[in-house]
């Protein structure tokens, strides 16, 4: 037990180091000044320049300057964006939540869909039921993410009306920001008319949540059919129907714990993909996330923004993908990880 | 039963559209700043002139005709070298944030303004970087010689020599009035650049919140000294993309949509919800040479080359014929425009053999820069450059085609390292003034607007004598002069006069286009 945590903090400690080295690096392969890159700051006077300068220590040899660097990225120096002239960390954790809110409501939603599909295509093995239902999940798995989200737009914003294509909510309603979940935001305000404003902000989660959720629901149902089926194929199911309980019975005290205990953290394991389907589909819909705010910067040569960007989407999902991969080994030691890679 | 939930749910959300009053402007791009005295790029103008300031005088959009606005009269001199201006009374100021005004609108308001672009000695001049392209590409700093505060509202304002123009630069987006007061406040705490950035002016609408790349946020300006109909909230959606601007329109996200494209306008015509309104257009596209650079200093091969492209198939091509062919600088609206110019008519025979005349051999190769952003006089410098690579192509030239981030792209422009440039202009006024000047004139290169970095004497000398007489009719005779030579020396090629289009919902009503400049929101209603 021990051992394994001890072995997953190294891994994630080493892990972490290479993104910010990497990051590090990011700033003197960039076109430009390093100092510049560091800071986000046109340094045009010499006073301005020689501090920044003595700050990450560009003078030193590279460890040392590595040394600096880490230490300002702690004290939450990210430096600041080119052109918002904003505080990195401050633009960070402004877009942050809003990747986050979205791709927790779309794995929701693919649990709510795919969970009880996956069931009914185990129970109805090798029937039509499930063959239909596997030949749909393949066609959703194979769809482009980018493509699918064109489509809805096409179809249920252009042709029908029925939901805004871009956006959180009506810019017309003002949020004050309290934790960067819109939802709860919302609640959590006393000014605004709230249903209105929560209509608002449900109308712009529509299409975005179900252009991400649609390849993960696919994965969820395919993962939980198999585990359903292999569930049910064992002994102490047998068992159970020896006993004499009816179908229903057998699936509710056994069958259904028996098949979600081992595939939750799996499923969970889907998080990640889908924070990166997220980012996609964000520049889509003009989902002021992460990912949006990631390609701006591309797109406008925002050194700084594009090394603290990557550097804080790649570590949380390291973090995430670390700390669910360490419950599944502490909670089912028998779990080999080439198991965990088949659909 | 799972999908009848949903579509339950999808009902409630579909029927119920009750966001609150305002109006929803999906606009280009990113203003530099909230200040037009800084900067003449429409992104700004439209983000500030109309909405945050005013002018002492404006000019009706309709007619023309110069409207009394913060100087509710004014005077000009029988020597035409002074202006005195009569000021509004209780006009208030916006109450920021950062800033709560304690008295109305004056005289001081007035000097401060004009002396912060005019005097390089003024505390606000360097600010912001302290370039000022509108006036400095006409001089006026050079022309006023003071400006004078007779009483609490009333203000003189000294010529060193007559200009008929005059009056309307002070009535342009960039001739806008700032509180004296908030600059001595910014004094004394210390943070002079926040009067660019958290404006404070006598507008409609006060600057709320802005989010770079996302959305400017206003509101009702509520002590408004003009009696018109304001929303309370106007937000302006950054959307850089026009296709999704039209999108955003579509779907009643957007109220009216900035620069719909000229390949769009066919789609906004077919919806019912949908306005287009259609302007001649106050603006010139055109092809400029850097006649400071070999061979480009030898007007027969700027002749060469102008023949050698097609004009008519640009029109069609790029501005879907939703443009008229330019004869002059001018368009044909304008007083100054000449129909007998002889315009250079497409000859690709005739012009390889001038080209030869002229020493360029075979396979001479130079490069064509196109401007990144779609304009109203070129939705599509790109498209317009490869279909002139095409026909320069024919006449054994070689182009290569250029372009940079938009404000790289000006900054290089400036240093002239270009062979030729398409680019253009949009007038600020009705004067032809504002098209003569800024574009050609010596000084307007050093000001960073003459792309052809074009410098003569004999120009400038004419459209100098053209500014001393009020008169129409003399100031035509000298114009007219101006374009013959131009019509000889081609410092550039006219392409195209573009009509002007804004795109709106039919709930919106009272928004007119502005043939001058900015977006103007104060009196615009949503039914």
Redesign the interface.
């Known amino acids: 037990m021990t051992k394994v945590l001890l072995r997953y903090t190294n891994l994630v400690l080493a892990t972490l180091f290479v993104l910010s080295l990497l990051s590090f690096i990011l700033a003197y392969l960039f076109p430009g000044q390093a100092i510049e890159n560091l800071t986000g700051l046109r340094l045009l006077e010499l006073t301005e320049r020689q501090n920044s300068e003595l700050k990450y220590a560009v003078d030193a040899n590279i460890l040392v300057q590595y040394w600096h660097y880490m230490g300002e990225l702690f004290a939450g120096n990210w430096g600041v964006s080119f052109s918002s002239g904003l505080p990195l960390i401050e633009d960070v954790s402004h877009y942050l939540p809003a990747s986050i809110e979205l791709s927790a409501y779309a794995l929701f939603l693919s649990f709510f869909i795919g969970l009880p599909l996956g069931f009914l295509a185990a129970l109805r093995h090798h029937k039509f039921t499930d063959y239909s239902l596997l030949s749909v999940s393949l066609l959703g798995y194979s769809i482009p993410v980018f493509w699918l989200a064109l489509i809805l737009i096409l179809f249920f914003s252009l042709q029908l009306g029925w939901f805004p294509l871009s956006g959180r909510i009506s810019l017309l309603f003002e949020i004050p920001r309290a934790t960067g979940f819109i939802l709860i935001d919302i609640l959590l305000s006393d000014s605004i008319d709230k249903s209105a404003a929560l209509t608002s902000a449900l109308r712009h989660l529509i299409l975005p949540t179900l252009s991400i959720a649609v390849v993960t629901t696919t994965l969820i149902i395919r993962i939980t059919r198999r585990s359903v089926i292999k569930t049910l194929n064992s002994e102490f199911i047998l068992a159970a129907y020896a006993r004499g309980l009816t179908p229903r019975q057998v699936l509710m005290r056994h069958g259904v714990r028996n098949a979600l205990i081992p595939i939750l953290p799996l499923l969970a394991m889907q998080f990640p993909t889908l924070l990166t389907n997220a980012m996609i589909v964000e520049s889509i819909f003009s989902w002021p996330g992460i990912g949006n705010w990631l390609i701006q910067a591309i797109y406008q040569q925002d050194y700084p923004a594009i090394r603290a960007g990557m550097l804080a989407v790649s570590v949380l999902v390291v973090i995430f993908t670390m700390s669910i991969d360490l419950t599944i080994r502490l909670t089912d030691p028998r779990r080999r990880r080439a198991e965990r890679a088949t659909i | 039963m799972?999908s009848s939930i949903c579509l339950c749910a999808?009902d409630?959300?579909?029927l119920?559209k009750?966001?609150?009053?305002?109006i929803?402007y999906c606009s280009e791009g990113s203003p530099a700043n909230f200040n037009p005295q800084l900067d003449t790029s429409g992104t700004t103008v439209d983000a500030s002139s109309h909405q945050i300031y005013d002018r002492l005088i404006d000019f009706d959009p309709v007619t023309g005709d110069f409207v009394p606005a913060l100087a509710t009269s004014w005077l000009i001199s029988d020597d035409g070298k002074t202006y005195t201006f009569q000021l509004r009374r209780k006009v208030s100021f916006h109450d920021t944030q950062t800033f709560t005004p304690t008295r109305y609108f004056n005289a001081d308001d007035v000097l401060f303004s004009i002396d912060r672009w005019r005097l390089m000695t003024h505390p606000f001049h360097q600010i912001s970087g302290g370039r000022y392209p509108y006036t400095d590409s006409l001089k006026l700093a050079d022309l006023i010689t003071k400006v004078t505060r007779l009483n609490g509202y009333r203000v003189e304002i000294t010529l060193n020599k007559p200009e008929s123009s005059f009056l309307a630069n002070l009535a342009t987006d960039f001739a806008v009035i700032l509180s004296a007061e908030y600059a001595d406040k910014l004094i004394s705490r210390n943070q002079k650049e926040l009067i660019d950035h958290k404006p404070v002016g006598t507008g409609p609408y006060q600057l709320a919140s802005f989010?770079?790349?996302?959305?400017i946020?206003y509101t009702k300006h509520p002590k408004y000294w003009r009696n018109i109909q304001l929303t309370d909230?106007l937000?302006f959606?950054i959307?850089p993309s026009s296709s999704?601007r039209l999108?955003?329109l579509?779907?009643?996200?957007c109220d009216a949509i900035a620069l719909p494209a000229h390949s769009e306008l066919e789609v906004i015509k077919q919806q019912d919800a949908l306005v287009l309104d259609e302007k001649p257009g106050l603006n010139i596209g055109f092809w400029a040479f850097n006649t400071s650079k070999a061979p480009f200093n030898n007007p027969e091969v700027r002749r060469a080359l102008g023949m050698a492209i097609d004009k008519n198939a640009l029109i069609e091509a790029i501005y879907f014929n939703s443009a008229i062919l330019a004869k002059n600088i001018v368009p044909p609206t304008s007083w100054a425009f000449q129909s007998d110019v002889k315009a250079l008519s497409y000859n690709p025979i005739a012009a390889k053999k001038l080209l030869r005349e002229q020493g360029i051999p075979e396979n001479f190769s130079m490069t064509v820069w196109a401007m990144p952003v779609q304009r109203a006089y070129n939705p599509n410098a790109t498209k317009m450059a490869e279909l002139i690579q095409a026909y320069l192509q024919e006449v054994g030239i070689q182009v290569n085609i250029i372009s940079y981030?938009w404000s790289t792209f000006r900054e290089r422009l400036t240093q002239g390292i270009h062979d030729s440039v398409l680019i253009g202009w949009s007038a600020d006024n009705g004067d032809p003034d504002n098209f003569y000047r800024p574009l050609l004139s010596c000084a307007a290169i050093e000001s960073g607007t003459n792309r052809a970095m074009w410098c003569s004497q004999e120009y400038d000398l004419l459209i100098n004598k053209a500014l001393q007489y009020t008169d129409i009719s003399e100031r035509t005779y000298f114009y007219g002069q101006a374009n013959e030579l131009l019509a000889e020396q081609l410092p550039l090629i006219p392409i195209a006069h573009a009509s002007r289009y804004q795109a709106h919902r039919k709930e919106l009503q009272g928004l007119v286009i502005n043939p001058y400049g900015g977006v103007r929101f104060g009196g615009v209603k949503k039914l």
Not at chain 2, 211 to 215: H, I
Not at chain 2, 250 to 253: G, H
């Open positions: 799972l999808c409630g959300l579909l119920s009750t966001d609150p009053n305002g929803v989010r770079q790349d996302r959305y946020r909230k937000i959606d959307t999704l999108a955003k579509i779907t009643a996200e981030e």
